[in-house]
């Protein structure tokens, strides 16, 4: 099934909702260039546990409009807090990859008494490139974004992120997304993340954290998801071996243990 809000004087947040008899809701966030769908492997294994998995397309991403000139974090959270977190009585659980991983974590901040647990996946505190990991690579997509070259911006990524033969339609289709994306949206959330730290708020986080990380991900680097985890009290760090940028795609069965395994221990 899918839903939409239609938000007034604010964006159209899309969703999807797959299992709207299921009472435990966990929001998922997707990362940058993508959309709800990028959740798609996880919904099974969130339905054999009782969970409604509401997967929305950020503001300004998917089949989800952005109506204002400037996309900020702290807007776009606030506009999910209200319109998504808000409208269920119960806390909540919320997953966040990547880009849906720092908005996960300012959703805490904003909603502190409506969040029950929370998954981070791929995600950083605050983003350091390094330069013989991620700097070269993090560095033409910003010369590629900047200069208007979208179709080589989603070929670099798409390239980056499914290399391998065997993943050729997850490739393509992250390619295709790309290619349609906002490129005004998707610069602005660039400069965002560029910004972004959380380093002094996530010492006061008081809930189940879960960190998952792919070992071979060299997008986010691996010191700066381990910072993130070191950085929150009682979290638990998870590394999936071989594991990319889109470890829940590439490594979807180890993924979804690790979060079934998570979301079913008692707070």
């Not at 909540?92 to 969040?115: C, F, H, N, W, Y």
Request: glycine residues 4%; hydrophobic residues 40%.
């Amino acid at each position: 099934m899918q839903a939409k809000f239609a938000l007034k004087r604010k964006p159209s947040i899309f969703y999807l909702d797959p299992y709207p008899d299921n009472q435990r809701i966990i929001l998922l966030i997707h990362g940058l260039g993508s959309d709800s769908s990028s959740w798609q492997l996880q919904f099974p294994a969130l339905d054999a546990l009782g969970y409604r998995p509401i997967a929305i397309d950020l503001p300004g991403f998917g089949r989800s409009l952005y109506p204002l000139k400037i996309w900020r974090i702290r807007r776009v959270t606030n506009w999910i807090a209200q319109e998504i977190v808000d409208s269920f009585p119960e806390p909540i659980d919320v997953m966040g990859l990547s880009l849906g991983g720092v908005i996960a974590q300012k959703l805490v901040q904003a909603r502190p008494q409506k969040i029950k647990k929370l998954i981070l996946v791929s995600t950083f505190s605050r983003l350091h490139p390094r330069l013989r990991k991620n700097f070269p690579y993090l560095r033409s997509r910003i010369i590629q974004i900047f200069s208007g070259r979208l179709k080589e911006q989603a070929q670099n990524v798409a390239d980056h992120i499914f290399p391998q033969a065997d993943q050729k339609l997850w490739h393509d289709y992250l390619y295709d997304q790309i290619c349609h994306a906002n490129i005004r949206v998707y610069r602005q959330a660039m400069l965002e993340l560029a910004k972004f730290s959380s380093f002094r708020f996530l010492r006061t986080l008081k809930i189940p954290v879960l960190v998952i990380t792919g070992s071979a991900d060299n997008t986010v680097s691996l010191e700066d998801q381990t910072l993130l985890a070191r950085r929150i009290p009682g979290s638990t760090h998870i590394f999936i071996q071989g594991g990319r940028h889109a470890v829940n795609v590439d490594h979807a069965q180890e993924f979804n243990a690790a979060i079934s395994n998570f979301l079913s221990q008692k707070i």
